[in-house]
């Protein structure tokens, strides 16, 4: 390991239901008899294809089952393995894709109680991503509500390709929940697939597809800003996860421009949209999407202009690094300290009350 992430909070690690049996003792008698009646189909994750390359690393590969689903081996090679203190379970189960909401709702109870029951309860280092229904704000609310009592779930999860933009006001119930209970919202990379997953249309490969999800990250970042989201809940967090953040630098400009010549169409947003970035949103580490080993990093690092944005993440078991570098050689030590402790436990309450 070139730098040591010792300590570290991991924001961004993965874990995988291993079939749609085992969620079956999750699911309530009505649903598992539809399941099994239906012939519903394990789901897959919304971002990653079983595999593609990218889904997992070589070395981090289960034998005959998904990447992610043995405890064991996460224990070993994701908390062991970087030493972190505490991880957070990122599950990418694709229940925001199926159309009936009471089904998806019924799915993501389940998620989160298998997440509980085989991973929470078996090591104290890991927390959780509540997973919700997003196809219906009520449902996902009422499941926010019925796991913010267990203080092991830290954050509140969203694919970044909805069906709608997460600005709009039927999404805003999500955003209450969430501020009410001290949860941010993580948006990870994923689709629910409603919509093609680029602006101009449905792509070919996969390589356009996970491109595309910057795109994604820029527009539900531009939706949340312009409606207002920031400044009806100011203790709001919002964290961007496998995002990249290379491009947040000129995005911000863009955006920062417009605001400032159209801002009477939206007088609600007060400030600057980049000191509302700066104050409410945050982004994982991994994937780095530059190229590490310059300058060019810590070029964009500085454009950012604040070294408060970044959080470690290994994302854990994708493929977004080689060995156990998950820190890019050039950062400065003051920067990955802030990044693999500082920022983390400013930004997920439950974790500092936890471990400070
Ligand atoms: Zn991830």
């Known amino acids: 390991m070139t730098r040591p992430t010792m300590g570290a909070i991991d924001c961004d690690i993965?874990?995988?239901?291993?079939?749609?049996?085992?969620?079956?003792?999750?699911?309530?008698?009505?649903?598992r008899d539809a399941a099994s009646q239906r012939g519903v189909h394990d789901l897959e994750s919304t971002s990653y294809p079983l595999r593609?390359?990218?889904?997992?690393?070589?070395?981090?590969?289960?034998?005959?089952g998904k990447a992610g689903s043995d405890i064991e081996q996460v224990r070993r090679q994701a908390l062991d393995g970087f030493g972190s203190r505490a991880a957070i379970l990122n599950?990418?189960?694709?229940?925001?894709?199926?159309?009936?909401?009471?089904?998806?709702?019924?799915?993501?109870?389940a998620v989160n109680d298998w997440l509980a029951k085989e991973w929470l309860d078996r090591d104290p280092r890991f927390r959780a991503s509540i997973v919700v229904p997003l196809q219906s704000p009520e449902f996902a609310v009422?499941?926010?509500?019925?796991?913010?009592?267990?203080?092991?779930?830290?954050?509140?999860?969203?694919?970044?390709?909805?069906?709608?933009?997460?600005?709009?006001?039927?999404?805003?119930?999500?955003?209450?929940?969430?501020?009410k209970h001290g949860l941010p919202v993580g948006i990870h990379a994923?689709?629910?697939?409603r919509h093609p997953v680029t602006p101009v249309g449905w792509p070919s490969y996969l390589t356009e597809d996970y491109v595309n999800q910057a795109q994604g990250f820029q527009t539900q970042l531009t939706s949340l800003v312009c409606e207002g989201v920031f400044n009806?809940?100011?203790?709001?967090?919002?964290?961007?996860?496998?995002?990249?953040?290379?491009?947040?630098?000129?995005?911000?400009w863009r955006l920062n421009?417009?605001?400032?010549?159209?801002?009477?169409?939206?007088?609600?947003?007060?400030?600057?949209?980049i000191d509302i970035v700066r104050e409410q949103v945050r982004l994982t580490l991994q994937p780095v999407d530059a190229p590490v080993g310059t300058d060019d990093l810590m070029r964009v690092i500085d454009h950012m202009g604040s070294d408060e944005l970044l959080l470690f993440s290994s994302d854990y078991p994708h493929w977004q690094f080689e060995g156990d570098d998950a820190l890019p050689p050039e950062l400065p030590d003051s920067l990955i300290r802030r990044m693999l402790i500082d920022n983390p436990l400013a930004t997920y309450a439950r974790i500092r009350e936890d471990l400070s």
């Open 190 to 193: 994923g689709s629910t697939y």
């Open 14 to 31: 993965h874990s995988a239901v291993p079939g749609l049996a085992a969620l079956l003792p999750y699911l309530d008698e009505h649903w």
């Open 257 to 273: 421009k417009y605001w400032r010549g159209l801002r009477m169409e939206i007088p609600w947003v007060d400030r600057p949209p």
């Open 142 to 179: 009422a499941e926010i509500e019925r796991c913010a009592a267990d203080r092991r779930f830290v954050q509140v999860l969203l694919p970044c390709l909805s069906d709608t933009p997460l600005g709009r006001r039927s999404h805003w119930p999500i955003y209450a929940a969430a501020e």
């Open 52 to 64: 593609a390359p990218l889904t997992s690393r070589p070395d981090w590969r289960v034998p005959n």
């Open 91 to 109: 599950c990418l189960y694709a229940v925001q894709t199926l159309f009936s909401e009471d089904m998806g709702a019924a799915f993501a109870r």
């Open 232 to 252: 009806r809940f100011p203790a709001l967090k919002v964290v961007l996860i496998e995002s990249g953040f290379t491009w947040l630098p000129a995005y911000l």
